[in-house]
């Protein structure tokens, strides 16, 4: 069954913060458990219905590439023993996303459409079509939204509100390019282009820490390499792999998060196809075949448990 809500009563639990995927459990103030639920979200919107097997495709994508690049940038995970659930040191969050982009696309070539050239204190160049490839990527970060909609920042304004000093801030662009490099290579090897992506680090004993997930399809857009320049060429539509595909059909729908507007009813069959896009998409990111794993509740509250123990035991 899918998983709507977590209410675990887990050992040394201090804390709880229901986000808008996410249950993130704080214990003994220094550990971080984070589960992932079946909820999608869509324009900083919850959607009403869950969809089947997300959570663990969202757990494990994030947990495989935080293995893949524990060499470039030092990470938050410690453990995944459940499939929707991950423990990690509990980090001081920098309220700042570093969104990176390869190729114009999604808010940046919304952006673009309306006129604008410049997005984040960064200029883009003129004469650019939707899904183009930018000369370099560009970094626009975010400020992190505790509730409602994140705003595009600066640099430069990030540094005068002090939101990270000048150091933090340079090495988290460090970071953010040569993880981006690295997923970028990783993609092309599975036939697709990570057009953009973004990174949320927080401070672990005064050293910037890559937290969250990164590379899912919640937090990354990918498009599928074959046929990516003739469909340019054409000006048709890039076949990708994202949540992208859920915002446009909102979009179409008449939805975009504003003030008034009704979701969508959304049928068994368009909720089927969502979970097998997801499902498609961590085969296609990591090379490996989907294993479903539906566990209830109880068992994942058990799992969570055994493995406090353990580490409480080292």
Known sequence: MPITSTDFKLPGATAVYHGKVRDVYTISDNLLVMVASDRISAFDVILPRPIPFKGQVL????????????????????????????????????????????????????????????????????????????????????????????????REEILRQGLVSEADYVQMEKYTRALFARGTEMAAKQGLILVDTKYEFGILNGEVVLMDEIHTPDSSRYFYLEGYAGRQERGEHQKQLSKEFVREWLIENGFMGKEGQQVPEMSDAWIKTISDRYIELYEKVTGRAFEPIDNSLDEINNNIVTELAKLNGR
């Open 59 to 154: 757990n494990q994508i994030a947990a495989y590439f935080l293995g893949a690049t524990s060499d470039i940038a030092p990470n938050w995970l410690i453990s995944t023993p459940d499939a929707r659930v991950a423990i990690g040191h509990k980090c001081e969050p920098v309220k700042v996303e570093m969104v990176i982009r390869g190729y114009l696309s999604g808010h940046a070539a919304r952006e673009y459409k309306s006129g604008k050239r410049t997005i984040c204190g960064v200029d883009m160049p003129e004469g650019m079509k939707e899904n183009d490839k930018f000369p370099e990527p560009i970094i626009t970060p975010t400020t992190k939204a505790a509730a409602g909609h994140d705003e595009d920042i600066s």
